[in-house]
């Protein structure tokens, strides 16, 4: 009965440990596959024809900064396209690893372009939106302590 119990609590605990840590290429390859592009500390995700992510990360391999965009969004169904952006960022941050919620009222709308914060205690996601000519949905997401490795942007494909 000790053992199975022993056995049971060190299960639970190294279970505890994987949700502790954060995403690392490792973690985001299993979710989203291959990258399509890698630079030092930089990788680029195709997850679908309209969908790029970029993820930057810190020098303990963590993410640190994740870019979805979202291209091409006329004559798509919205609705089915936000649930789908928005499961992304769920896979990335779940609402357990956010924190608590900070209420800033943050948002714009100007020159057809949209934007708002949804900001907690420990990452800041920040919605673009731009419905007009060439039009693109971007998010990003930033934890407040981890800090990028410097590298240039990778390009996404147009």
């Not at 973690?27 to 592009?37: E, Y």
């Not at 195709?46 to 979805?68: F, L």
């Not at 714009?108 to 949209?114: G, K, P």
């Amino acid at each position: 009965m000790i053992f199975l119990r022993s056995i049971l609590i060190t299960l639970a605990l190294l279970s505890f440990a994987v949700l502790a840590m954060g995403q690392t290429s490792k973690t985001l390859r299993v979710k989203f596959g291959k990258p399509s592009k890698t630079d030092a500390g930089v990788e680029m995700y195709d997850i679908s024809p309209r969908i790029q992510m970029t993820v930057k990360y810190a020098s303990n391999g963590e993410a640190c900064e994740v870019e979805i965009r979202q291209n091409g969004l006329f004559g798509i169904d919205r609705v089915d396209m936000n649930k789908r952006i928005d499961r992304i960022v769920s896979d990335i941050v779940p609402l357990s690893k956010r924190g608590k919620r900070i209420p800033n009222h943050y948002g714009r709308a100007e020159n057809c372009i949209t934007s708002h914060n949804d900001e907690y205690e420990s990452v800041l996601i920040t919605y673009f939106e731009q419905p007009c000519g060439d039009s693109y949905q971007l998010i990003t997401v930033r934890w407040k302590k981890r800090t990028c490795i410097s590298t240039p942007p990778l390009q996404p494909k147009k």
